[in-house]
């Protein structure tokens, strides 16, 4: 399976490069659910591999144990992609945790925003866009600099409503 052959040559990888390698591989694999719970046996060609099939989350529990030990946090719930994350953020990014919250924030706030006013077909499709556009700017533009990008944003506002009503 793809699973199998993947963790081979991971494995392969960090006997060369290092354990911390294939912590942080395996770290993202569970993270994104290549190692999913999904009832399929992960077993491979590789011995060790066999000797430990597993399947879905116990799977994925031996292969946390086994090759993150005490370097990593696990969350209460394995299966859940957001307590993934939350963790990860905690140890290694909470310096950052302001941006990926905003980043939230601006898809719930604003999920029908067009990238672009160009993309905008209606003044209130521009409306939505400049919306957006502004709390991205509130978020993470310094308050100094923010009427650059706010004066951007309103003149781009003002040359595609232009654009849209004639």
Known sequence: SFEAT???????FARSRGK?????LIIALLFVG???SDGQ????????LQ???????????????????????????????????DVFVSQYA???????????RLRESFPHAP????????VEQLKEWSGAQRMLIDSYVPKAYS???TGAVAQEYKDNKARIEN
């Not at 911390?20 to 942080?24: A, G, N, P, S």
């Not at 909470?94 to 939230?104: I, L, P």
């Not at 990238?115 to 209606?122: I, T």
Request: proline share 2%.
């Open 6 to 12: 993947f963790l081979i040559r991971v494995r392969s």
């Open 94 to 104: 909470e310096a950052y945790r302001h941006y990926m919250d905003a980043s939230d």
């Open 115 to 122: 990238s672009s006013a160009v993309a905008c077909h209606s």
């Open 51 to 85: 000797a430990h099939a597993q399947t879905g989350a116990s799977y994925a529990q031996h292969l946390l144990n086994e090759h993150a030990g005490d370097y990593v946090r696990v969350p209460t719930n394995t299966t859940n992609p957001k307590a993934w994350h």
């Open 20 to 24: 911390m390698v294939l912590r942080i």
């Open 34 to 36: 290549v190692a999913s």
């Open 147 to 149: 009427s650059f990008s």
């Open 41 to 48: 046996n992960s077993a491979g060609a590789d011995d060790q």
